[in-house]
């Protein structure tokens, strides 16, 4: 059994006018955001062997956010660029990449791609993940190459605003 979060990159900042889409970073309720939920996830006591994330601003931050709370290198996070702007199959490929000696992965980010992920993998249908929302995938599979539709069950959806009093 193997065990994937998906995790959408914290809100974004729009302040720079002349930023590529790719060099976007958090804003300040992003940041925050993806502490929260970091912290969140530490409580469960969730302990990534893996994490990886597209290489964009926002997604590399929100996972460099959440690797300080979790105890995990910074320096030890994998960047895919595929996960940046990403199809099925690319998401299905880089995951599928994963190492076996690895059980529990968190993969950083972006709509659309990432719900439909979660949604191609796991057992609930999620409309549209927030930003920062985190999805858990129990996958029935020995080794992450058998990654295939339908081989998750969602054991967990968690995002920001559902905390916001």
């Known amino acids: 059994m193997k065990t994937l979060y998906l995790v959408r990159h914290a809100k974004s900042s729009w302040d720079e006018a002349n930023q590529s889409d790719f060099e976007r970073t958090l804003n300040e309720r992003g940041a925050n955001d993806a502490a929260a939920m970091a912290k969140l996830l530490s409580k469960k006591n969730v302990k990534p062997e893996l994490i990886i994330s597209s290489p ?8 460099e956010i959440f690797a300080e709370e979790l105890k995990y290198l910074a320096k030890n996070i994998l960047t895919d660029e595929r996960i940046y702007e990403a199809t099925m199959r690319e998401l299905t490929s880089v ?13 950083f980010g972006h709509n659309p791609g ?4 979660a949604n ?5 249908y999620l409309s549209a993940l927030p930003t920062c929302a985190i ?10 190459s058998e990654v295939e539709r339908y081989c998750g069950k969602t054991f967990f959806f968690d995002y920001p605003k559902k905390h916001v009093k």
């Open 135 to 144: 999805v858990g995938l129990k996958l029935g599979i020995d080794s992450w």
């Open 114 to 117: 990432i719900t439909n992920f």
């Open 56 to 63: 964009a601003a926002r997604a590399l931050l929100t996972a």
């Open 95 to 107: 995951v599928r990449g994963i190492d076996d000696k690895h059980h529990t992965a968190i993969m």
């Open 120 to 124: 191609l993998l796991g057992s609930e």
